[in-house]
C-alpha cells in the first residue's frame, strides 16, 4: 500500500458536479493506491501514519489537531513508467480488492474519531487543494 499525503488549507473532491468532501482548514488529502498482496497489516500503518504523522502546524497531527482528511483511492500510484511512454498499471490491484483496503483505511481512520470525506471509488474525480507549505510525504506499507 502506498500513500501520497499533502497538507492543505482547503480542499475538494468533486463527482459529476457534485462535491463529495472538503475542508477549508488545515487538513490532509490522502491519495492510496493498493498493490495485490495488501491486507489489514498494511491498512493499519497507512491509517496510522495519516492520523498521527506531525506534518501540521508547530509539529502536531492530525490526530493532535482532529484536523480533516479527505482520503481518495489511487490506483495510478502504481504505475510502471520503467519501458516506453505508457505507463502500465500491473501493480495496481484490481477494484474488487482495492476498493474494500482503501474503505478500511477510511473506517480506521473515522475509528480514531476523525473526520473523513472521500472520494467515489473507480470515478472521474476532479481534485482540488492548496497545497500549504508545500508538504508532500509519500507512505509505503
Request: glycine letters at 8%; aromatic letters at 4%.
Amino acid at each position: 500500500m502506498r500513500a501520497v499525503l499533502q497538507r492543505a488549507s482547503r480542499a475538494s473532491v468533486t463527482v459529476d458536479g457534485r462535491v463529495t468532501a472538503s475542508f477549508d482548514r488545515q487538513g490532509i488529502v490522502a491519495l492510496v493506491g493498493v498493490t495485490h498482496d495488501d491486507g489489514a497489516e498494511q491498512v493499519d500503518l497507512i491509517a496510522r501514519k495519516i492520523a498521527d504523522l506531525r506534518i501540521l502546524d508547530d509539529e502536531r497531527s492530525v490526530l493532535d489537531e482532529s484536523a480533516p482528511v479527505i482520503v481518495v483511492s489511487q490506483f495510478t500510484l502504481y504505475a510502471d513508467t520503467r519501458k516506453g511512454r505508457r505507463p502500465t498499471w500491473n501493480q495496481a490491484a484490481p477494484g474488487p480488492v482495492a476498493e474494500p483496503l482503501v474503505d478500511a483505511v477510511v473506517e480506521s481512520l473515522r475509528g480514531r474519531g476523525l473526520e473523513v470525506g472521500t472520494g467515489v471509488f473507480g470515478a472521474d474525480m476532479k481534485v482540488e487543494l492548496v497545497n500549504d507549505g508545500p508538504i508532500t510525504i509519500i507512505v509505503e506499507a
